[in-house]
């Protein structure tokens, strides 16, 4: 399959299907965009809309979130998960007002040297903030190249390498079509090409599709395993960030005690969130969100 192939179905079905999304509207700044590829990672757009639409009001840029503690920062995170990336977003922000007066670089090395932005970060802010063409894959973007153009049901395990040059395959030579096209695959991949319940019916490039022509056969490459959530460490810290999140102050160990009641698997979930930073113990033996 080639870029002609799809780009003219892909971006008609796009212009008429695509979700209503803060984060590609005309008025986004490239600091929304900045802060939706954050938040997106690893989270579905029902539970980030909400915190980035409060994230993005109180801190309609860099040099607003900079001016704020680290803490605050956690603390609007709500329950996104990976809590990490808030801190990663905040400091981010600094590094934006100190390195470059508090605007986004549009070049993807610059970007690169941010913290906490990494490769797929760097191009999707390129890309859908400033309409660059550069390969931008996540695992939408995956499943709808492996099915489409390769026949398989699933992607195989991630290669880097691999990945972006099969989508730098599928983009047309102009910028704005390119970018255009690159949010139009994740868009697929995320409302009609699904992992689970395909609806090839709906598809725009459906009759240029070689797993369906193929007949949909199953997977059977390796994939990686999915991960269970009750009763892990990850659970627990979660718990715990919730305690410290709803408190304006300090919290005793006796606050946090009753969130989980393995008292060495609680402590053992305690540990990670004091060295990443995301709870500061105080002298007097109590918790708070880093300052």
Same mark, same amino acid.
């Given at each position: 399959?080639?870029?002609?192939?799809?780009?003219?179905?892909?971006?008609?079905?796009?212009?008429?299907?695509?979700?209503?999304?803060?984060?590609?509207?005309?008025?986004? =700044?490239?600091?929304?965009? !900045?802060?939706?590829?954050?938040?997106?990672?690893? =989270?579905?757009?029902?539970?980030?809309?909400?915190?980035?639409?409060?994230?993005?009001?109180?801190?309609?840029?860099?040099? +607003?979130?900079?001016?704020?503690?680290?803490?605050?920062?956690?603390?609007?995170?709500?329950?996104?998960?990976? &809590?990490?990336?808030?801190?990663?977003?905040?400091?981010?922000?600094?590094?934006?007002?100190?390195?470059?007066?508090?605007?986004?670089?549009?070049?993807?090395?610059?970007?690169?040297?941010?913290?906490?932005?990494?490769?797929? =970060?760097?191009?999707?802010? +390129?890309?859908?903030?400033?309409?660059?063409?550069? &390969?931008?894959?996540?695992?939408?973007?995956?499943?709808?190249?492996?099915?489409?153009?390769?026949?398989?049901?699933?992607?195989?395990? &991630?290669?880097?390498?691999?990945?972006?040059?099969?989508?730098?395959?599928?983009?047309?030579?102009?910028?704005?079509?390119? +970018?255009?096209?690159?949010?139009?695959?994740?868009?697929?991949?995320?409302?009609?090409?699904?992992?689970?319940?395909?609806?090839?019916?709906?598809?725009?490039?459906? +009759?240029?599709?070689?797993?369906?022509?193929?007949?949909?056969?199953?997977?059977?490459?390796?994939?990686? &395993?999915?991960?269970?959530?009750?009763?892990?460490?990850?659970?627990?810290?979660?718990?715990?960030?919730?305690?410290?999140?709803?408190?304006?102050?300090?919290?005793?160990?006796?606050? !946090?005690?009753?969130?989980?009641?393995?008292?060495?698997?609680?402590?053992?979930?305690?540990?990670?969130?004091?060295?990443?930073?995301?709870?500061?113990?105080?002298?007097?033996?109590?918790?708070?969100?880093?300052?």
């Amino acid at each position: 399959m080639t870029s002609s192939d799809l780009t003219g179905p892909l971006l008609r079905w796009y212009r008429d299907s695509a979700r209503d999304l803060p984060w590609r509207r005309g008025d986004a =700044t490239p600091w929304a965009v !900045l802060v939706s590829e954050v938040m997106l990672q690893q =989270t579905p757009v029902a539970r980030v809309r909400p915190v980035y639409e409060q994230w993005v009001h109180r801190w309609p840029d860099p040099a +607003a979130l900079a001016a704020d503690s680290p803490g605050e920062a956690v603390r609007m995170w709500a329950k996104l998960g990976y &809590p990490r990336r808030a801190l990663r977003l905040h400091a981010c922000a600094r590094a934006l007002v100190t390195d470059h007066g508090g605007a986004i670089p549009a070049d993807v090395d610059a970007l690169l040297r941010l913290p906490g932005i990494g490769d797929y =970060t760097a191009r999707a802010v +390129a890309v859908f903030a400033f309409g660059q063409r550069h &390969p931008v894959v996540d695992t939408n973007v995956r499943r709808v190249v492996a099915r489409a153009v390769s026949g398989q049901g699933e992607p195989a395990l &991630p290669s880097i390498r691999r990945d972006l040059a099969d989508v730098e395959a599928l983009l047309p030579r102009e910028r704005a079509r390119a +970018a255009r096209l690159s949010i139009a695959l994740m868009e697929l991949g995320a409302l009609v090409c699904t992992s689970r319940a395909p609806r090839c019916s709906d598809c725009p490039i459906a +009759a240029q599709c070689r797993w369906r022509a193929a007949g949909s056969p199953a997977f059977t490459g390796p994939t990686r &395993p999915g991960q269970r959530f009750a009763g892990t460490d990850r659970q627990v810290r979660g718990l715990l960030m919730d305690v410290l999140r709803a408190s304006p102050e300090p919290v005793a160990p006796a606050a !946090l005690d009753v969130v989980w009641a393995d008292p060495v698997q609680r402590a053992r979930a305690l540990h990670p969130l004091v060295a990443d930073g995301l709870l500061d113990p105080l002298p007097d033996g109590r918790f708070a969100l880093p300052a």
